[in-house]
C-alpha cells in the first residue's frame, strides 16, 4: 500500500506525517514504530496521523512515540499540521484536536506559529503520579539531581532545575527517571537551568522516545514549572538543543502559549505493507 508521506520538524523535533482524513490508514502501533526507526524506516520523533476533524476542530492529530505508544500532546506537531491545513485553507487560525483537547494555533508573522496549549493541569492526580504528593516539590532524586516540579501539559512532565545543564548525564538518568514508580504513565523528564528571570535553558527527554532536540510541551511545562518556583517571570525564552520557542504561562486562564517555527525537510511515498502488520 503506496502513501504518501511528509517529513517536518520544529526546531530539528521532527515527524513523519501522514493524511487519513480521506481514507483510513492500517497504521498499527507497530507499524508506527518501524516507520519511526532510524536506521531501518523514515525515521522520526514522533509520527503524526492527520485524522477526519470531529465537530469544532479542523483536523484531529494522532501522535504516536517512536517505540509505538499513543501520546496525548505535542506542541512542536502541533504547529506544524496547523500550518498545513491552514496553508490549505488560506487561513490564518486553525483548531487541532488531540486525545488530550483542542489546541487552537494562529499564524504570526515571519513564518512564526503561536500554539495555545491549553492549561497547565498542577494536581497531583491530573499528572497522574501513583500517590498524593506536592506536584511543587517530588520526592525525586537521582545522582546529582533531585527535588523536580511537575505538570501536565496532556502528557506528564517533570522539570529538574540544576545549576549547569552541561554537568548533568541526561541520556544516563532521563530513562531511569522516565520508568520511575511515581509516575504509574512514565513521564517526559526535564533538566532546565534559570539563565535569567527572561530565559531558560532546557534539555527533555522524552517519554517514548528519549533524547529530542526539542520538546513543545515540555518547554511549556518547564515555563510552567519555572513561575511557580519564583525562577522566571511569566514570559520567558526557552532554548532548547534545536533552537528558541518564546513562551507565555497567560495569568488569566492558565494558559500556555508556545511560539516557533516550523518546517517541511522533504516529502516522498512509502509502502505501509514493507513496515508489518
Not at 68 to 92: H, M
Not at 242 to 261: A, F, N
Request: charged content about 20%.
Amino acid at each position: 500500500m503506496m502513501v504518501p508521506f511528509r517529513k517536518m520538524h520544529g526546531l530539528g523535533n521532527d515527524f513523519v506525517v501522514l493524511d487519513a482524513r480521506a481514507a483510513k490508514l492500517p497504521v498499527t502501533p507497530a507499524r508506527a514504530a518501524a516507520i519511526a526507526d532510524r536506521h531501518f524506516g523514515i525515521g522520526c520523533d514522533q509520527f503524526i496521523i492527520m485524522e477526519k476533524p470531529p465537530a469544532g476542530a479542523d483536523v484531529f492529530m494522532r501522535i504516536r512515540n517512536p517505540d509505538g505508544s499513543e501520546a496525548g500532546a505535542c506542541g512542536n506537531a502541533t504547529r506544524c499540521i496547523a500550518s498545513l491545513v491552514a496553508e490549505e485553507r488560506g487561513a490564518d487560525r486553525v483548531v487541532v484536536r488531540t486525545i488530550a483537547g483542542d489546541l487552537p494555533v494562529e499564524r504570526l508573522p515571519g513564518g512564526l506559529w503561536r500554539a495555545d496549549m491549553g492549561p497547565a493541569r498542577l494536581r497531583w492526580d491530573d499528572v497522574p503520579l501513583a500517590r498524593k504528593v506536592d506536584t511543587l516539590h517530588l520526592p525525586l532524586a537521582l545522582g546529582p539531581v533531585s527535588d523536580p516540579a511537575a505538570c501536565s501539559m496532556g502528557n506528564p512532565h517533570a522539570t529538574f532545575f540544576v545549576d549547569d545543564l552541561d554537568a548533568i548525564p541526561v541520556a544516563e538518568l532521563g530513562p531511569k527517571l522516565e520508568h520511575d514508580p511515581i509516575f504509574p504513565d512514565r513521564a517526559n523528564i526535564g533538566f532546565a537551568q534559570v539563565l535569567s528571570p527572561e530565559h531558560l535553558r532546557l534539555v527533555i527527554w522524552e517519554r517514548g522516545a528519549g533524547l529530542t532536540l526539542a520538546c513543545g510541551s515540555g518547554a511549556c511545562a518547564g515555563i510552567v514549572n519555572a513561575v511557580r518556583r519564583g525562577l522566571t517571570g511569566r514570559r520567558a525564552t526557552v532554548t532548547m538543543p534545536g533552537g528558541d520557542l518564546q513562551m507565555e504561562w497567560r495569568q488569566t486562564d492558565g494558559h500556555v502559549l508556545m511560539t516557533g517555527p516550523v518546517a517541511t525537510a522533504f516529502t516522498g511515498t512509502l509502502d505501509l505493507e514493507a513496515y508489518g502488520s
